[in-house]
């Protein structure tokens, strides 16, 4: 942890000769580096309390904010695939609200518009319409959030993954409870059957669930037992037990997107990550 640790803050002082303060890179599809790399920087400075690793991880933090779509002097929106993109992106979002999140955890300076602007395009984008007022909300189903899309003009597709990032940023960004319909609308539609974890290839999504498993932990109860068990046997299924694949998840299976491009590296850290949904964060409403 530590050499990797390293690694990441002297890349990001290699990197941002070219490619701006803060920022590991410019190009299509650097605001998903930009925000896993600050994550882990900021978790690495909260718990490790370097002063060099904290004054990376500030600058990796002003990076993400960098990055993020500007209206006007002080308006922010969410984030692209790219510094300088104007299509607000749930997925790319999602990783830059995680880092953001942690960086306050850590300590360190976030700019309030920032997260703002963030929520801007989760209201904008999820959709809540009929969702019921007060306590009814805990039995409604729905909340699906978009994929892409303009504050304000929320096109489809949908889809369960952003759906879960989206009641997720209402908890940890919103200030919103599990009883609220952006919340309680998408974990009543995650604990249907069939969107339940499951090792079918058709339906094996390590991406879907990372988002899932977090916001699932915090609703708790039942919602909370019926996903843990399937994700268990689903994870347990699925994890490669032979010679130099043993422990790690195989880059693709019936997923159509994601994380192919991530390789084996990348699926093993989304396996972890859901197995260590337990510790990671408390509940942060009891």
Same mark, same amino acid.
């Given at each position: 942890?530590?050499?990797?640790?390293?690694?990441?803050?002297?890349?990001?002082?290699?990197?941002?000769?070219?490619?701006?303060?803060?920022?590991?890179?410019?190009?299509?599809?650097?605001?998903?580096?930009?925000?896993?790399?600050?994550?882990?920087?900021?978790?690495?400075?909260?718990?490790?309390?370097?002063?060099?690793?904290?004054?990376?991880?500030?600058?990796?933090?002003?990076?993400?904010?960098?990055?993020?779509?500007?209206?006007?002097?002080?308006?922010?929106?969410?984030?692209?695939?790219?510094?300088?993109?104007?299509?607000?992106?749930?997925?790319?979002?999602?990783?830059?609200?995680?880092?953001?999140?942690?960086?306050?955890?850590?300590?360190?300076?976030?700019?309030?518009?920032?997260?703002?602007?963030?929520?801007?395009?989760?209201?904008?984008?999820?959709?809540?319409?009929?969702?019921?007022?007060?306590?009814?909300?805990? /039995? =409604?189903?729905? *909340?699906?959030?978009?994929?892409?899309?303009?504050? +304000?003009?929320?096109?489809?597709?949908?889809?369960? !993954? @952003?759906?879960?990032?989206?009641?997720?940023?209402?908890?940890?960004?919103?200030?919103?409870?599990?009883?609220?319909?952006?919340?309680?609308?998408?974990?009543?539609?995650?604990?249907?059957?069939?969107?339940?974890?499951?090792?079918?290839?058709?339906?094996?999504?390590?991406? /879907? =669930?990372?988002? *899932?498993?977090?916001?699932?932990?915090?609703?708790? +109860?039942?919602?909370?037992?019926?996903?843990?068990? !399937? @994700?268990?046997?689903?994870?347990?299924?699925?994890?490669?037990?032979?010679?130099?694949?043993?422990?790690?998840?195989?880059?693709?299976?019936?997923?159509?997107?994601?994380?192919?491009?991530?390789?084996?590296?990348?699926?093993?850290?989304?396996?972890?990550?859901?197995?260590?949904?337990?510790?990671?964060?408390?509940?942060?409403?009891?």
């Amino acid at each position: 942890v530590k050499r990797a640790t390293q690694w990441l803050c002297k890349s990001l002082e290699d990197n941002e000769k070219t490619a701006g303060e803060g920022r590991w890179c410019k190009n299509h599809g650097s605001n998903y580096t930009q925000g896993v790399a600050a994550l882990a920087l900021a978790e690495a400075a909260a718990m490790g309390r370097n002063p060099e690793v904290k004054k990376w991880a500030q600058k990796a933090t002003d990076g993400v904010t960098a990055g993020q779509i500007k209206i006007g002097n002080s308006e922010y929106h969410a984030w692209d695939y790219a510094p300088g993109g104007n299509t607000n992106d749930t997925s790319v979002t999602g990783w830059n609200v995680m880092a953001l999140k942690s960086a306050k955890i850590a300590g360190l300076h976030v700019d309030p518009a920032s997260l703002e602007g963030a929520m801007k395009w989760i209201n904008s984008g999820q959709d809540l319409r009929g969702a019921p007022k007060g306590g009814e909300a805990e /039995y =409604w189903e729905g *909340g699906m959030m978009t994929y892409r899309g303009q504050v +304000g003009q929320a096109p489809n597709p949908k889809n369960m !993954a @952003m759906t879960s990032a989206a009641a997720l940023k209402r908890l940890f960004v919103g200030g919103e409870r599990c009883s609220d319909p952006g919340v309680a609308g998408p974990c009543n539609l995650m604990k249907k059957k069939e969107n339940l974890p499951t090792a079918e290839q058709n339906r094996f999504n390590l991406y /879907y =669930w990372y988002y *899932g498993t977090l916001v699932m932990f915090q609703k708790g +109860g039942d919602h909370w037992k019926e996903w843990k068990e !399937a @994700m268990k046997v689903a994870l347990l299924q699925t994890q490669r037990k032979d010679g130099d694949f043993d422990g790690s998840w195989n880059p693709y299976m019936g997923e159509p997107q994601g994380h192919i491009y991530g390789g084996r590296v990348m699926s093993t850290a989304l396996g972890a990550l859901n197995m260590e949904v337990y510790y990671r964060y408390m509940p942060i409403h009891k």
